[in-house]
């Protein structure tokens, strides 16, 4: 029994997260289904989705909380089965969306208890490292009672950050914390991504994901989309230019039709103003599309009033996939209406 | 650090984290006051008020068994709160995250509750022998300060409390309210009670046949609780609420 324990970061080859196929189910309901990504050591990976997708209970299960209906995952390399919870638990933390404090308790005591908990050898040194990093070193002997709900966000931060752990699940890190503490948390996150930290941040703020995260997942009960930021814009939206003249054009077709990296335009009606006319072309290549589009319109004598390329956010993506599948569930929700039958 | 050390190292945190918030709870620290007061008061006042002629009544039974009650009902209190106060607060999650153990979890709790349990009852056995020494007859305090029953207080006080602790602990991690968790771990202490007043009064004869019956049955049911509470212990249900 007298084994050694395995010293954290032994192990670097290989994603430091995977999952394939992973599923669960409590009875009859799904909360994630066939799930399955790789995801390497320092990369910020977003795990989006609206509430009920099934996030919280995929991060509880790669954190060896509860068990997987079906499926097989590794984290930090160790495949994720009953017998290897200790050891993918020495290896990961955990930010739950709840900070989960002992309020009666000081941010110092609160600390103690956790790096007790992973057994650390150097406790007192991690704490203040830990509680430098969340610019909370001055409120080390204050009760976790009676701070507020954004300094108990960094404390429940701070508490992650304990074990330098190889892969640190962050669930909605900046909820509740003011832009300042925010911007510091998102520093925070870079400077763990730079030391090879895995970050699987669960995040409602889409701004924040595009950001910071490397790739984005956007679960949906089952993965609806997984990629950079930029690759799922590109999957869902075409690139369009935007051009706005100061009067509509007499033969818009004669002046886009032949236009190289032109693949087709319409006229948006609904953006004209003042007798301006506002027209969408879609576009394979921007950089050749908009200097092109601009001599044709210039040389046939029209008034220019701007030229853009259209951006999509992932705001965007989300609202796209999202929608989808709110549609697809209220057709298959939809009553069946029957024609009564001919007398 | 090897296995063991490590498992010492997280079992100590959580002991520590428990006493620091017993410390600051005052009602627990009222409850531990209390309770042992309510089980010694009348004995303490039936021994005071007892008439030498009564000692020979008293060799036959054990008064000092009622204090039996101390660690029958005392752990309860504590150790009802240990696993649904954790989800209650929002920290069993964050606990369970971390490498500790299912075992090194509930014996740490269990210790927790153990050792004030224990540190409570036998500072009451001793200011109750003061009491009797100092102010009761002669007679009456020979016949109760007696070695063997010494023996038994010091021996069952352990063992009672450790069955104490494990259905609580039970009763705890099957538990979505604090207060129904301690009231019904409180509840579950009264037989051990009733006991201690059927040995006191004589109509269990304390005999040393029978305490050794009695303890060989302590000492089994003790390891079946633990046993019975480690099943009982399933992560996912306790996080999720379901089975």
């Known amino acids: 029994m007298d084994a050694e324990i395995e010293e954290p970061g032994e192990q670097r080859s290989g994603p430091a997260l995977s999952a394939k196929g992973l599923t669960k189910r409590f009875g009859d309901r799904v909360a994630f289904q066939d799930v399955s990504f790789d995801i390497g050591y320092g990369e910020v990976f977003g795990f989006l989705g609206p509430n009920g997708a099934g996030k919280t209970t995929t991060v509880r299960t790669l954190g060896t909380l509860i068990a997987p209906t079906s499926g097989m995952a590794t984290v930090t390399g160790i495949p994720l089965t009953p017998e290897n919870g200790v050891r993918i638990r020495q290896r990961i933390a955990i930010m739950p969306e709840a900070p989960g404090l002992y309020l009666r308790l000081t941010v110092a005591e609160n600390l103690e208890c956790f790096a007790g908990l992973y057994a650390l050898p150097d406790a007192r040194q991690r704490i203040q490292r830990a509680l430098q990093a969340v610019t909370l070193a001055g409120r080390a002997n204050d009760l976790c009672g009676k701070l507020s709900k954004g300094l108990r966000q960094r404390v429940s931060l701070a508490r992650a950050l304990l074990n330098d752990a190889d892969v640190l699940f962050l669930d909605e890190p900046t909820s509740g914390l003011d832009p300042v503490a925010a911007h510091e948390v998102h520093e925070l996150i870079v400077g763990l991504r730079e030391r090879g930290v895995t970050i699987f941040l669960t995040t409602h703020r889409l701004e924040e994901a595009e950001r910071l995260c490397d790739r984005v997942a956007l679960l949906n009960t089952t993965l609806r989309a997984i990629g950079r930021p930029d690759e799922l814009r590109e999957q869902l939206f075409a690139r369009t230019l935007t051009v706005s003249t100061l009067a509509p054009l007499p033969e818009p077709s004669r002046a886009f039709d032949a236009l190289p990296a032109v693949t087709g335009w319409r006229r948006d009606d609904q953006n004209d103003q003042n007798g301006a006319a506002t027209y969408i072309l879609t576009v394979s290549d921007a950089m050749i599309a908009a200097p092109a589009v601009t001599r044709a319109l210039v040389a046939g004598g029209a008034d220019v009033l701007s030229i853009a390329e259209s951006h999509h956010s992932l705001e965007d993506v989300y609202l796209e996939l999202i929608n989808e599948d709110v549609e697809a569930e209220r057709t298959a929700s939809a009553p069946v209406v029957r024609k009564a039958a001919a007398p | ?243």
């Open chain 2, 1 to 243: 650090m090897s296995m063991k050390n490590v498992a010492v190292t997280r079992m100590l945190a959580l002991y520590s984290k428990e006493f620091r918030e017993y410390r600051r709870n005052r009602s627990i620290v009222a409850t531990m006051a209390v309770i042992p007061l309510g089980i010694v008061f009348f004995p303490l006042i039936e021994v005071l008020a007892a008439p030498a002629s009564a000692a020979s009544a008293l060799l036959k039974g054990d008064p000092l068994v009622i204090l039996l009650g101390i660690p029958a009902i005392l752990p309860s209190i504590l150790a009802g709160y240990a696993i649904v106060g954790e989800r209650e607060q929002g920290t069993l999650e964050p606990m369970l995250t971390t490498p500790i153990q299912r075992s090194e979890l509930l014996l740490a709790k269990a210790l927790a509750a153990l050792v004030p349990t224990l540190a409570v009852a036998y500072v009451v056995y001793a200011l109750f022998l003061t009491i009797t020494r100092l102010f009761a007859q002669p007679a009456i305090a020979a016949a109760v300060l007696q070695g063997p029953d010494l023996l038994v207080q010091i021996l069952f006080t352990p063992l009672i409390a450790f069955l104490s602790i494990w259905v609580a602990i039970g009763i705890s991690t099957r538990s979505s309210d604090v207060r129904v968790a301690q009231q019904l771990a409180a509840i579950t202490g009264l037989p051990t009670l009733l006991v201690a007043y059927l040995a006191a009064f004589n109509v269990i004869p304390a005999t040393l046949g029978v305490a050794l019956v009695i303890a060989t049955a302590l000492l089994i049911l003790d390891g079946i609780g633990w046993r019975i509470v480690s099943a009982l212990f399933d992560r996912e249900r306790l996080i999720t609420g379901t089975s």
